[in-house]
T-cell receptor, first 114, second 115 residues
Framework: GENVEQHPSTLSVQEGDSAVIKCTYS??????FPWYKQELGKRPQLIID?????GEKKDQRIAVTLNKTAKHFSLHITETQPEDSAVYFC?????????????FGTGTRLTIIP | EPEVTQTPSHQVTQMGQEVILRCVPI?????FYWYRQILGQKVEFLVS????????KSEIFDDQFSVERPDGSNFTLKIRSTKLEDSAMYFC?????????????FGPGTRLTVT
């Protein structure tokens, strides 16, 4: 089955700097890669996702890149703000065939230092 | 914006007791999921459900677990005889399944504590 590795486990950055979180996946058939943000005690919320037919997607300060050959994808947050502090989870899925279970990475605790 | 809801928010039960966790997925969504998250760990897939039957289950989802969609709105997870290691946050999620949208929407979770 699919296995997703995520690094780093913790990340501290100065407010205004950029943060990068990296994930690798094992199943080359996976074609959907969402990123979820989870604040303490709250539900995971989708912040951005990418499908395997594109290499990069951007939404304001957040971008995701995908390298299918190397089987890794990354989350980039620019101009970080205190409200970006949370745990971020990457996930991988084989989508389009009816099941779409998500296999999650181990999470990255991002702390923005004011 | 429509949201997935779950009840109760926190359930405390004794080992060996049965619990039922309830979820109301987003109306008109077709795919339903249960995930769990042990404190401080990653979210793990338990089961997916479509067209009134299980489409996939993980190795965690053994004979002690069952799911049901008793009516047009609720989606339940039952644990027949709880164990200490079942203590976790349980998230329900739903997905539209139409229009090529793969996003899964998560509920706020039920924290299950087994004593």
């Amino acid at each position: 089955g699919e296995n997703v590795e995520q690094h780093p486990s913790t990340l501290s950055v100065q407010e205004g700097d950029s943060a990068v979180i990296k994930c690798t996946y094992s199943d080359s058939a996976s074609n959907y890669f969402p990123w979820y943000k989870q604040e303490l005690g709250k539900r995971p919320q989708l912040i951005i996702d990418i499908r395997s037919n594109v290499g990069e997607k951007k939404d304001q300060r957040i971008a995701v890149t995908l390298n299918k050959t190397a089987k890794h994808f990354s989350l980039h947050i620019t101009e970080t703000q205190p409200e970006d502090s949370a745990v971020y989870f990457c996930a991988a899925s084989l989508s389009g065939f009816g099941n779409e279970k998500l296999t999650f990475g181990t999470g990255t605790r991002l702390t923005i230092i004011p | 914006e429509p949201e997935v809801t779950q009840t109760p928010s926190h359930q405390v039960t004794q080992m060996g007791q049965e619990v039922i966790l309830r979820c109301v997925p987003i109306s008109n969504h077709l795919y339903f999921y249960w995930y769990r998250q042990i404190l401080g760990q990653k979210v793990e897939f338990l089961v997916s459900f479509y067209n009134n039957e299980i489409s996939e289950k993980s190795e965690i989802f053994d004979d002690q677990f069952s799911v049901e969609r008793p009516d047009g709105s609720n989606f339940t997870l039952k644990i027949r005889s709880t164990k200490l290691e079942d203590s976790a946050m349980y998230f329900c999620a739903s997905r539209a399944g139409t229009g090529g949208n793969y996003e899964q929407y998560f509920g706020p979770g039920t924290r299950l504590t087994v004593t």
